[in-house]
């Protein structure tokens, strides 16, 4: 029985000794399952929608056969992959759709992450509704007059009024506020994660149904269910400041890479590689239908997009 | 709903003075309520929670996750002590990782079955290879392996805290009696609630994982040891002192070996809780299978999702059948593989080499990894099938209607009432209406405990979206508890149904629940809908498994009697298996109630909304004001209902 009882305690022990006694550094922290067999390994967050994982997969198809990297991806959501990012788990977030709060805290106070420059896509929020729904009744498509099809909009979940679906809480929204501020006759719904705001998109386009929905581009699902923007009281530099007093859209935000600020400097080609990383909205929309309507595995997806667009990614090894 | 029904037929099928007694109790309660209602009423006239009786945490909370940011990289408490504890828990999973790795599959499956051949039986051995090699087949096999070496350290982890736990409980009258409601509290803990603080301290990552499984697995193992060591026969004690032992002696020789069998369920029964954390560990980036499942929701791509789920099914059934016959082959024969002390260490040796020798020759022949071209995609047809499935059964179905219309009018009908109501009532009225509930079923303590956990959600100003919850939870558990007892009933009396069961439960029980999301969303719509619905089918296998137990283990004498009598089946079922049943039934309202809980975070991606949603937002957005105190407002509800749902009778034997 002695053995099993001092077991635990050697491991523990082992344990101490590893680490060292003096301080822990909880700015370098890898996965343990980074750099396994010696090769040389890149953490690359990924978040919940489909576009941030084509990023990902074409950089990790690149990086492991063109560099030799090995690549691990997590897949975290926007404001904890910036602590991991400031920590040293993950080495890059290759599209930022702009935090600056955390942009102050990490990148110009703690210098514990670095700008890795822009991605080369814009991104865009705003309200939609269904292209066939547009086309049957094209005044829809100005705010004004979103209460007249209040009653058309209504789902049990509702209530009495029109549902407008909101996603991912992660994602940035001033929706709640905007249909108090705009007097909307309207119950934000949250769907709570994308996939399911996803799911139940498809299925009201296959009932073609109408509904109204929080959504964004560059997005694949634009392909597959066209959709026409509803116009909301136009964006201007800080009308957003008071969350609680919005009455504007939402502003057009070309997204950002952002690196660990340590892998930025000692990273080698990975790092250099993920920097010069800069591709287009259509190219990312390629991708990411590949990925998430014909089910090809992120790894096939960037083979045959890297297979057809050479010239684009020379230029960034 | 359940619970507010169930007790009115429960009180009548109770005796005659057990009657009086919940009658005089309720009379109390009324009493009491007369002089108390006015004087509430008086001070603070709203029907809704009074502003005046609630605390604003949003500016500490956010203080201090600041500060932790902020001191994370300098402050002593981090550098000397959570830094070493983060890069300990790295290194030995890495440690782990590598030995796997290094093994080769062919190595680890070897080493698998071996283990299982000795401890188990050659059946199980077979049953082990071939799900590794299915982890193999499914292109899993770095993902399973790196869940696997975060579960060896994390059950290791948890077995060291719980024997801890466990010994200071067992050999102390004291400490039991304060170490009981810690572990109550863990264990109707959702695990979600905590993932965030451990976040905060620790960061995104697999040290974060660990320990938050570790707070979510240990409990089991600390009340069975305590269990075990407290049961130890009082002779061979008496023999052992008599001999002259010493405490510790006594403790090493005696009291350990005897509590052997409750050692071993401890085991098994953590094994099972920390692989069901792995997969929700991998929101905050633990690895490995879980974020397989979690990336591939990412794309709504359920076929891949379920690749990644099946090895979690098969590392789940594996370990709980091996681990399970560890325990059932007590006097130190193992299982089939027995034999005397010296016979076992040379089988376990030969197992040892031939496990070696298995893993070299993968390593000589450059094996190591998986081959690509062994691989099964199964995702494609999955998918095929769920559209399918989804197509035909979503809407116009003729009679019954689809699924969309259920889903509707299930949230018309019954979720909006039930919620509506539960918000329309004055606030003292819902927590009088808890505490009629929960004293005649338990005593003046258990009541109070209820009263008080609701009404910290109320302190805490989360009073309307924990009612909305509530009013989900309910539903849910009246639709788990109609569907588990019909469930339980069928397979209790045919032996058929139930070993056609068997598989089916273990699957749902296993499957991380984040698989059946998209399905769901598919079948439901975004809603309250399908939040009840994926509670229904996480809390179902519990309630139908033990259902079907108590069922069974309804004295065979009593029932031949019945028969005797000339009693038709549904007699039988009705007036002596179930009132002989009661307490089985009842502990499967306790588990319906805890488990249908557990899933309100899942509810909250699929848009149930209320407390579901703003802890996954505190999780997503890093704030721990709303993550935190919806967290904590999952922990009162889950209080308040196993309080309300658990009968005195049960209360003294888990002291045990």
């Not at chain 1, 865009?124 to 007059?145: E, L, M």
Request: with cysteine; hydrophobic share 50%; charged share 15%.
């Amino acid at each position: 029985m002695r053995v099993r009882m001092t077991c635990p305690v050697a491991v523990t022990a082992s344990l101490v000794l590893l680490t060292g006694c003096g301080a822990a550094d909880m700015t370098k922290q890898a996965s343990p399952f980074a750099n396994a067999r010696g090769t040389k390994t890149v953490t690359l967050s990924v978040q919940s929608w489909v576009g941030a994982q084509s990023n990902v997969a074409v950089a990790q198809y690149l990086l492991e056969h063109k560099l030799g990297y090995r690549v691990d991806t997590v897949q975290v959501d926007e404001i904890p992959a910036w602590d991991a990012l400031s920590q040293g788990r993950v080495d890059a977030i290759l599209e930022d759709w702009g935090h600056p709060d955390q942009e102050k805290r990490y990148v110009d106070d703690k210098k514990t992450i670095a700008r890795g420059g822009e991605l080369g896509v814009t991104g865009h929020i705003g309200w939609y509704v269904p292209t066939y729904f547009a086309k049957q009744h094209p005044d829809v498509t100005n705010w004004k007059n979103l209460n007249k099809y209040a009653s058309q909009f209504r789902t049990a979940e509702s209530g009495g009024k029109g549902q407008l679906m909101d996603g991912s809480p992660s994602y940035v929204t001033n929706d709640k506020a905007l249909v108090d501020n705009l007097n909307l006759d309207y119950q934000v719904v949250f769907a709570g994660s994308e996939a399911a705001q996803i799911t139940q998109i498809r299925r009201f386009a296959k009932e073609r149904k109408p509904f109204l929905t929080y959504w964004y581009a560059p997005q694949w699902l634009l392909k597959k269910v066209p959709m026409t923007e509803v116009k909301l009281p136009a964006y201007k530099e800080g009308c957003d400041a008071d969350p609680a007093k919005v009455t504007c859209g939402y502003p057009h935000t070309p997204l950002q890479k952002y690196l660990n600020a340590d892998f930025a400097k000692d990273g080698g080609k990975a790092a250099a590689f993920l920097k010069k990383f800069r591709w287009t909205t259509e190219d990312q929309n390629e991708v990411s239908l590949m990925i998430a309507d014909q089910k090809l595995t992120p790894e096939q997806a960037s083979e045959k997009w890297v297979d057809s667009h050479a010239s684009t990614w020379k230029k960034w090894l | 709903m359940a619970t507010l029904t169930t007790p009115a037929p429960r009180l009548a099928a109770l005796p005659g003075f057990l009657r009086h007694q919940a009658v005089r109790k309720l009379l109390l309660l009324a009493l009491a309520a007369a002089v108390l209602v006015p004087l509430a009423n008086a001070r603070w006239s709203s029907g809704s929670w009074p502003a005046t009786l609630t605390v604003d945490l949003t500016k500490p909370l956010t203080g201090a996750s600041d500060w932790i940011i902020d001191n994370r990289d300098s402050h002593p408490l981090f550098l000397y002590f959570f830094g070493h504890l983060s890069n300990g828990v790295v290194l030995s999973v890495r440690a782990v990782y590598l030995v796997l790795l290094g093994a080769g599959w062919a190595g680890v499956t070897a080493a698998g079955a071996l283990i299982a051949w000795r401890v188990a039986g050659v059946r199980l051995a077979l049953g082990t290879a071939a799900a590794f090699l299915a982890c193999g087949l499914l292109g899993m096999w770095v993902p399973t392996m790196q869940t696997l070496a975060l579960m060896v350290v994390a059950v290791l982890a948890s077995v060291v805290v719980g024997v801890l736990l466990g010994l200071a409980g067992g050999l102390s009258e004291r400490l039991d009696r304060a170490l009981r409601p810690v572990l109550d509290t863990m264990q109707v803990l959702p695990a979600f609630a905590y993932l965030l603080p451990v976040v905060l301290v620790f960061g995104i990552g697999v040290p974060a994982a660990v320990l938050a499984t570790v707070v979510y697995a240990a409990p089991p193992m600390a009340r069975l040891t305590a269990l075990g060591l407290r049961g130890a026969d009082k002779e061979v004690l008496e023999a052992v002192d008599s001999l002259g032992a010493t405490a510790r002696q006594r403790l090493l020789t005696a009291r350990i070996p005897l509590a052997r069998k409750e050692l071993l369920l401890g085991l098994n029964q953590t094994i099972m809780m920390a692989l069901s954390m792995a997969v929700i560990a991998s929101v905050i980036g633990a690895g490995g299978l879980g974020d397989r499942v979690y990336q591939a929701l990412a794309s709504v791509d359920v076929g891949a999702a379920l690749a990644a789920g099946i090895p979690i099914v098969l590392l789940a059934v594996v370990l709980d059948r091996v681990t399970a016959a560890a325990g059932d082959g007590s006097d130190g024969s193992y299982g089939s593989g027995g034999g005397d002390g010296p016979a076992r260490w040379t089988a376990w040796a030969y197992a040892g080499a031939a496990a070696v020798a298995v893993a070299l020759t993968g390593r000589v022949a450059g094996r190591l990894d998986w081959p690509d071209a062994w691989t099964v995609p199964i995702a494609a047809p999955v998918n095929d099938a769920v559209g399918w499935m989804t197509d035909h059964l979503y809407s116009g179905v003729p009679v019954v209607g689809g699924t969309a219309d259920w889903a509707g009018r299930f949230t018309t009908w019954v979720l909006d009432p039930v919620r509506d109501g539960l918000q329309g009532l004055p606030w003292w009225a819902v927590l009088l209406l808890v505490a009629a509930i929960a004293w005649p079923i338990g005593t003046w303590r258990t009541a109070l405990t209820a009263v008080l956990a609701l009404a910290a959600t109320g302190v805490l100003g989360v009073w309307e979206p924990s009612l909305d919850t509530l009013s989900q939870v309910l539903a849910a558990v009246a639709v788990t508890l109609v569907l588990g007892f019909a469930t339980g009933i069928a397979a209790a009396r045919s032996d058929r149904v139930e070993r056609l069961l068997r598989p089916v439960l273990d699957v749902f029980q296993t499957m991380p629940q984040f698989v059946y999301l998209i399905p769901v969303v598919a079948l439901f719509g975004v809603g309250r809908a399908p939040a009840v619905a994926a509670a229904v089918v996480y809390a179902l296998p519990a309630v139908v498994r033990i259902t079907t137990q108590g069922l069974r283990q309804v004295d065979p004498a009593a029932m031949e009697s019945a028969r005797s009598l000339g009693a038709t089946g549904a007699q039988q079922l009705r007036q002596v298996q179930l009132p002989l049943a009661r307490p089985a039934l009842l502990l499967a309202v306790n588990q319906g109630v805890v488990l249908v809980l557990a899933v309100v975070i899942i509810g909250g991606l699929v848009g149930g909304g209320a407390l579901g949603y703003e802890a996954v937002f505190g999780l997503a957005q890093g704030d721990l004001a709303t993550g935190l105190v919806a967290g904590a407002a999952i922990v009162c509800l889950g209080l308040m209902l196993d309080r309300v749902t658990q009968p005195a009778d049960r209360r003294t034997k888990k002291g045990a």
